[in-house]
């Protein structure tokens, strides 16, 4: 897996590092019990701070989708195929949903822009929250 981020972005490096293992796990590309690099490992091989890189494999614990521990790293925990989300999860989600719609709304994007991308971007996934391969 290759992760790319962008030093120049405004979004934090950490948080660049996050969504891409998250859309890595949406598209198939990781799944569950895939191992992902030490922080150490990652963070030379970015030319960043293995401290970035732990505070957004730490993220992704407390979101659930990342296992941490010494004798196994950091290892995916869920996929698309590993059932329902948990209880805490959508109403979570549901909330940054809502962010990103009245962010949308704001710039003068249309329901029907917002609906069309967000179909566009769906099928970036597809077959994977059906629980077949991508």
Same mark, same amino acid.
């Given at each position: 897996?290759?992760?790319?981020?962008?030093?120049?972005?405004?979004?934090?490096?950490?948080?660049? =590092?996050?969504?891409?293992?998250?859309?890595?796990?949406?598209?198939?590309?990781?799944?569950?019990?895939?191992?992902?690099?030490?922080?150490? /490992?990652?963070?030379?091989? =970015?030319?960043?701070?293995?401290?970035?890189?732990?505070?957004?494999?730490?993220?992704?614990?407390?979101?659930?989708?990342?296992?941490?521990?010494?004798?196994?790293?950091?290892?995916?925990?869920?996929?698309?195929?590993?059932?329902?989300?948990?209880?805490?999860?959508?109403?979570?989600?549901?909330?940054?949903?809502?962010?990103?719609?009245?962010?949308?709304?704001?710039?003068?994007?249309?329901?029907?822009?917002?609906?069309?991308?967000?179909?566009?971007?769906?099928?970036?996934? /597809?077959?994977?929250? /059906?629980?077949?391969?991508?």
């Amino acid at each position: 897996m290759i992760l790319s981020i962008d030093l120049d972005s405004e979004v934090p490096i950490y948080q660049q =590092l996050r969504d891409r293992v998250v859309e890595a796990i949406a598209s198939g590309e990781l799944r569950e019990g895939s191992t992902l690099p030490a922080t150490r /490992q990652l963070g030379a091989d =970015l030319g960043i701070n293995f401290h970035t890189v732990n505070k957004a494999y730490d993220l992704l614990r407390r979101e659930g989708l990342l296992r941490l521990n010494r004798k196994t790293g950091a290892v995916i925990q869920r996929d698309p195929r590993s059932g329902p989300p948990g209880t805490a999860f959508l109403p979570d989600w549901e909330a940054r949903l809502g962010t990103l719609l009245a962010e949308a709304v704001a710039h003068g994007v249309t329901a029907e822009e917002v609906v069309g991308l967000c179909r566009d971007r769906l099928t970036t996934f /597809q077959g994977t929250e /059906q629980g077949e391969k991508p």
